[in-house]
């Protein structure tokens, strides 16, 4: 199929779900292939994407690049709600059935199983992933773009690549040079550690201690079966994509590397895929894969969650959402747990790198002025910007972020100004704090997870509020129904606090190591930029914001930190985990450990109490647009004895 500068090859069609049907929607079809892209950088908003001049041109001066794409769709079009629903796939991977239809997660969406609970099939959407990470390799079923190496009179840019790697267990001496095995890496131009540095530290600030350059090289250490019974045999390959240390890298330890590396892509190339791509599929060409009545898709809707929410706060930033025709792309978006970031799309890049956190990835500058979709002014510079600064072709947003956000994401400034002053939200933005949840919430967890953190990781069941919110979503841009305000902590009522005053209100649970400070800004930018956290009740569970049910009728204090374990830098917060701390259960127990929170039994007397009171909070959720009828079941399912085994409580069943 072919439209000009964008040119569909499907390379396999057939059916979804074995053909079963999802009511009004009747049976799902999946159209699997390639698109090809020609893009006119005149098109391209002025000095959004950084080496555009260095991408090879065709001979009408445009740049070629070809994404996977995948399409799920209603066999019989008419059938469909008309609606475009866009995942941006996370790193290549397609999550949306996984958190909007509770499905499995997989890169092959092909069974019933497949779908889940069918919510999107259900409501009719025609679900589209097409890639636009072009810095991936090949596996794991991920969706790839191609896009042009930058160049200079015909050679590949060269120039200072710093990457970071964390070991987390013992043993291992090699890396990529990308710190991810996903990800290509940005070739060395030397073999010569001489003219490269590498160094480690304990914590992101401790003084960086030089690595010797003859303990460790350039190379990748290749392990195998030696033959006549020689037993496991090793060899140190050299490899201009990897790194090795030759006594391994020390756990939990911070290693940076500093070489001059080479071929940087014009990753930013991926934004104009994406706006092509969906303009496309909103077009009226015979060619396009989603035309029916003679249009294609009347209304388009992005979803993207962590890297890929931040893609869209980027996106609409860098002002994308307007195609070649100055006509509007997305009509809605839905960036979920982005925090205050964008992506960081510069020469030398590694996309995959998560936003800068406490510990991991502290230096990664995803997070620069402006954070908020509203207009506020910059210390450092004077500028006065905003991410959503161009209403004719702004879509309308939902931005939604957890707890982890505010401690790990420096969230608070996406409706603050940089002094931590409560910022109005524009017209077309509503932003939701998902209270007491954290970063990943998996929708079908069953045990909290361990690792090398101090808690069990944060249990509370969130993802009926995906389906609330999208619901929500189309009301708005098909009906002008505004969703319900923003929910979030303000300074203005003190529900956002410093972190002193959150250290003073968050309980004295024995043994239970809490975070010092937020993630936050080094140096003058510290200094600038004001980083507040929600403050909590006496449970230490979160006030403002929408409480799931499990928040609103708590078993645990529910957190969007977790502290390392000693060894892996130890104090610091882990990654993007949250905590579950258990109540005590009995009042006996209180007595003997001096926990100051009620216990379970003093809160609800019986397992049925407790469902009972999730089942209060569940039809408030409703009542209020955040959870739909069909949730509530579910819902209090969950809560049956005692919520296990998310929580690992030894109550009896009842």
């Given at each position: 199929?072919?439209?000009?500068?964008?040119?569909?090859?499907?390379?396999?069609?057939?059916?979804?779900?074995?053909?079963?049907?999802?009511?009004?929607?009747?049976?799902?079809?999946?159209?699997?292939?390639?698109?090809?892209?020609?893009?006119?950088?005149?098109?391209?908003?002025?000095?959004?994407?950084?080496?555009?001049?260095?991408?090879?041109?065709?001979?009408?001066?445009?740049?070629?690049?070809?994404?996977?794409?995948?399409?799920?769709?209603?066999?019989?079009?008419?059938?469909?709600?008309?609606?475009?629903?866009?995942?941006?796939?996370?790193?290549?991977?397609?999550?949306?059935?996984?958190?909007?239809?509770?499905?499995?997660?997989?890169?092959?969406?092909?069974?019933?199983?497949?779908?889940?609970n069918g919510f999107l099939m259900r409501r009719g959407y025609s679900v589209v992933w097409v890639a636009w990470?072009?810095?991936?390799?090949?596996?794991?079923?991920?969706?790839?773009?191609?896009?042009?190496?930058?160049?200079?009179?015909?050679?590949?840019?060269?120039?200072?690549?710093?990457?970071?790697?964390?070991?987390?267990?013992?043993?291992?001496?090699?890396?990529?040079?990308?710190?991810?095995?996903?990800?290509?890496?940005?070739?060395?131009?030397?073999?010569?550690?001489?003219?490269?540095?590498?160094?480690?530290?304990?914590?992101?600030?401790?003084?960086?201690?030089?690595?010797?350059?003859?303990?460790?090289?350039?190379?990748?250490?290749?392990?195998?079966?030696?033959?006549?019974?020689?037993?496991?045999?090793?060899?140190?390959?050299?490899?201009?994509?990897?790194?090795?240390?030759?006594?391994?890298?020390?756990?939990?330890?911070?290693?940076?590397?500093?070489?001059?590396?080479?071929?940087?892509?014009?990753?930013?190339?991926?934004?104009?895929?994406?706006?092509?791509?969906?303009?496309?599929?909103?077009?009226?060409?015979?060619?396009?894969?989603?035309?029916?009545?003679?249009?294609?898709?009347?209304?388009?809707?992005?979803?993207?969650?962590?890297?890929?929410?931040?893609?869209?706060?980027?996106?609409?930033?860098?002002?994308?959402?307007?195609?070649?025709?100055?006509?509007r792309v997305f009509d809605g978006v839905f960036s979920h747990v982005a925090g205050a970031g964008r992506m960081?799309?510069?020469?030398?890049?590694?996309?995959?790198?998560?936003?800068?956190?406490?510990?991991?990835?502290?230096?990664?500058?995803?997070?620069?002025?402006?954070?908020?979709?509203?207009?506020?002014?910059?210390?450092?510079?004077?500028?006065?910007?905003?991410?959503?600064?161009?209403?004719?072709?702004?879509?309308?947003?939902?931005?939604?972020q957890t707890s982890t956000e505010y401690w790990q994401r420096r969230g608070s400034l996406v409706h603050t100004?940089?002094?931590?002053?409560?910022?109005?939200?524009?017209?077309?933005?509503?932003?939701?704090?998902?209270?007491?949840?954290?970063?990943?919430?998996?929708?079908?967890?069953?045990?909290?997870?361990?690792?090398?953190?101090?808690?069990?990781?944060?249990?509370?069941?969130?993802?009926?509020?995906?389906?609330?919110?999208?619901?929500?979503?189309?009301?708005?841009?098909?009906?002008?129904?505004?969703?319900?305000?923003?929910?979030?902590?303000?300074?203005?009522?003190?529900?956002?606090?410093?972190?002193?005053?959150?250290?003073?209100?968050?309980?004295?649970?024995?043994?239970?190591?809490?975070?010092?400070?937020?993630?936050?800004?080094?140096?003058?930018?510290?200094?600038?930029?004001?980083?507040?956290?929600?403050?909590?009740?006496?449970?230490?569970?979160?006030?403002?914001?929408?409480?799931?049910?499990?928040?609103?009728?708590?078993?645990?204090?529910?957190?969007?930190?977790?502290?390392?374990?000693?060894?892996?830098?130890?104090?610091?917060?882990?990654?993007?985990?949250?905590?579950?701390?258990?109540?005590?259960?009995?009042?006996?127990?209180?007595?003997?450990?001096?926990?100051?929170?009620?216990?379970?039994?003093?809160?609800?007397?019986?397992?049925?109490?407790?469902?009972?009171?999730?089942?209060?909070?569940?039809?408030?959720?409703?009542?209020?647009?955040?959870?739909?009828?069909?949730?509530?079941?579910?819902?209090?399912?969950?809560?049956?004895?005692?919520?296990?085994?998310?929580?690992?409580?030894?109550?009896?069943?009842?």
């Amino acid at each position: 199929m072919t439209s000009g500068r964008v040119a569909f090859a499907i390379e396999d069609r057939g059916q979804f779900a074995a053909g079963d049907g999802f009511g009004p929607s009747g049976a799902y079809e999946r159209l699997v292939g390639k698109v090809h892209v020609r893009v006119d950088p005149t098109s391209v908003p002025g000095g959004s994407i950084a080496d555009l001049e260095l991408a090879p041109s065709d001979e009408d001066g445009l740049i070629g690049c070809t994404a996977d794409f995948m399409i799920l769709k209603p066999v019989d079009l008419g059938r469909a709600n008309g609606r475009l629903f866009f995942d941006y796939g996370n790193r290549g991977n397609k999550r949306a059935l996984q958190f909007f239809n509770d499905a499995a997660h997989t890169n092959n969406p092909l069974t019933r199983s497949h779908a889940g609970n069918g919510f999107l099939m259900r409501r009719g959407y025609s679900v589209v992933w097409v890639a636009w990470q072009a810095d991936l390799l090949p596996g794991g079923g991920r969706m790839l773009l191609d896009v042009p190496v930058a160049r200079i009179d015909g050679k590949a840019v060269t120039g200072l690549v710093r990457t970071e790697f964390i070991a987390d267990r013992a043993g291992i001496t090699s890396f990529p040079l990308s710190a991810r095995i996903t990800t290509r890496s940005h070739p060395a131009t030397s073999l010569d550690t001489r003219r490269a540095k590498l160094t480690r530290r304990r914590y992101p600030g401790s003084e960086p201690v030089v690595v010797p350059a003859e303990h460790w090289g350039f190379a990748q250490e290749e392990i195998g079966i030696g033959l006549d019974n020689a037993g496991e045999e090793r060899a140190i390959v050299p490899s201009v994509i990897h790194i090795h240390v030759a006594n391994g890298m020390q756990p939990g330890w911070i290693y940076e590397l500093e070489y001059e590396g080479s071929a940087p892509l014009v990753l930013g190339l991926g934004h104009a895929v994406v706006r092509d791509t969906i303009a496309y599929l909103k077009s009226g060409s015979a060619d396009n894969p989603l035309l029916h009545a003679g249009h294609g898709a009347q209304k388009a809707y992005a979803w993207g969650r962590s890297q890929t929410g931040r893609c869209i706060r980027d996106f609409i930033y860098r002002g994308f959402n307007a195609d070649h025709r100055g006509e509007r792309v997305f009509d809605g978006v839905f960036s979920h747990v982005a925090g205050a970031g964008r992506m960081n799309m510069s020469r030398f890049a590694n996309l995959t790198i998560a936003g800068s956190q406490q510990y991991e990835d502290h230096g990664n500058t995803t997070d620069t002025f402006p954070f908020a979709y509203a207009v506020s002014d910059d210390p450092l510079t004077g500028v006065r910007d905003a991410i959503a600064k161009r209403p004719d072709t702004d879509p309308l947003i939902i931005h939604t972020q957890t707890s982890t956000e505010y401690w790990q994401r420096r969230g608070s400034l996406v409706h603050t100004d940089a002094f931590g002053n409560d910022l109005p939200d524009p017209e077309n933005v509503r932003i939701y704090s998902w209270a007491g949840s954290q970063h990943y919430a998996d929708p079908r967890a069953e045990k909290a997870a361990r690792g090398a953190f101090e808690f069990p990781t944060n249990v509370v069941q969130t993802s009926f509020l995906f389906r609330a919110l999208l619901d929500a979503l189309d009301r708005w841009a098909t009906d002008g129904v505004p969703p319900p305000p923003s929910r979030v902590p303000r300074r203005s009522d003190g529900t956002l606090v410093a972190v002193e005053a959150w250290r003073s209100a968050f309980p004295r649970i024995p043994g239970a190591l809490a975070p010092r400070t937020p993630n936050g800004f080094d140096g003058s930018t510290a200094e600038a930029y004001a980083v507040l956290v929600p403050a909590v009740d006496p449970d230490g569970n979160e006030i403002a914001g929408i409480r799931a049910p499990m928040v609103a009728a708590p078993l645990a204090t529910y957190t969007g930190w977790n502290v390392r374990s000693r060894g892996f830098g130890h104090g610091a917060m882990h990654g993007f985990d949250g905590a579950t701390i258990v109540f005590p259960e009995t009042v006996d127990e209180v007595a003997a450990t001096g926990d100051p929170r009620r216990p379970i039994l003093e809160r609800y007397g019986r397992g049925d109490g407790y469902v009972a009171r999730i089942r209060a909070a569940a039809e408030t959720l409703i009542a209020e647009g955040f959870m739909l009828e069909e949730d509530l079941e579910p819902t209090l399912a969950l809560a049956g004895d005692w919520g296990r085994p998310r929580h690992d409580l030894s109550l009896p069943a009842e």
